[in-house]
């Protein structure tokens, strides 16, 4: 680095009626002086850099004194940052997949799916399993008792957004407790690639539908199973009125 030149004063001669004027005193240099011949005021100052982005001003990214000092910790601090983000994404995909099939759901008009087959394990002579399909509510399912279940096939994959459930044997309710109930439908859901999807439904003991939300892709069989029975008196039997499944739009 070049010494500051000393002050002096002005000698006779030195006196010049044209040239770089100071900034400071005001007295008058030849173009090619790099200071003041006065006060030694920098003729020719540099430019200042323009000011760093915040970004840069935050440890590992601020500008070092050197061109190379810390340039190897900044590419290990971004390195183990795009790491930890892509771990990340990966362990929260299940996750995130989930999230955005859900937010699709509320945001869809739930639309109904009829199955292409119904058979149940049991059912008492004049309430067949066909009823709990059949968009009537004042009709139902017969089943002899708690164990039973129903298994809905249908013929193309869907996504399952909810289940509403009609139990008892009618909405009606002087109808309704005529018939035992079941107040646990055990849910066994069945997807296109063999995934099982397992739910427990515990119904309120009141007429009426009852919904369900679910949230399951691929669906191509419903198994019901009834449980928990109330009402199952001598001579009577569990009753299920309607069965509705509906998917997304």
């Given at each position: 680095m070049a010494h500051r030149p000393v002050v002096r004063s002005v000698e006779v001669g030195e006196e010049t009626t044209s040239g770089v004027a100071c900034p400071s005193c005001g007295a008058l240099n030849q173009p090619e002086r790099r200071f003041c011949r006065r006060c030694a005021t920098p003729l020719r100052p540099e430019a200042k850099a323009d000011p760093l982005p915040w970004w840069r001003t935050v440890w590992p990214f601020r500008r070092r004194v050197r061109a190379s000092s810390g340039r190897w910790t900044r590419f290990l601090v971004i390195l183990a940052v795009v790491l930890a983000l892509c771990a990340g994404g990966f362990l929260l995909l299940p996750a995130g997949r989930a999230l955005y099939q859900d937010t699709l759901d509320k945001l869809s008009k739930p639309k109904p799916v009829t199955p292409v087959r119904v058979t149940a394990s049991a059912e008492v002579p004049g309430h067949p399993v066909k009823n709990t399909t059949d968009g009537l509510r004042?009709?139902?399912?017969?089943?002899p008792a708690a164990g039973a279940s129903v298994t809905y096939t249908f013929g193309t994959p869907f996504r399952l957004v909810n289940v509403l459930i009609t139990n008892g044997?009618?909405?009606?309710p002087e109808e309704y407790a005529q018939e035992g109930r079941a107040l646990r439908i055990d849910l066994e859901?069945?997807?296109?690639?063999?995934?099982r999807h397992d739910r427990q439904l515990d119904l309120s003991d009141k007429p009426g539908s009852q919904p369900f939300p679910t949230g399951i892709s691929d669906v191509t069989t419903i198994r019901l199973t009834l449980h928990s029975p109330t009402g199952l008196t001598a001579g009577r039997h569990l009753a299920l009125a309607e069965v509705e499944f509906f998917q997304r739009s």
């Open positions: 004042n009709r139902y399912w017969g089943a044997t009618s909405v009606d859901v069945t997807s296109e690639d063999g995934e």
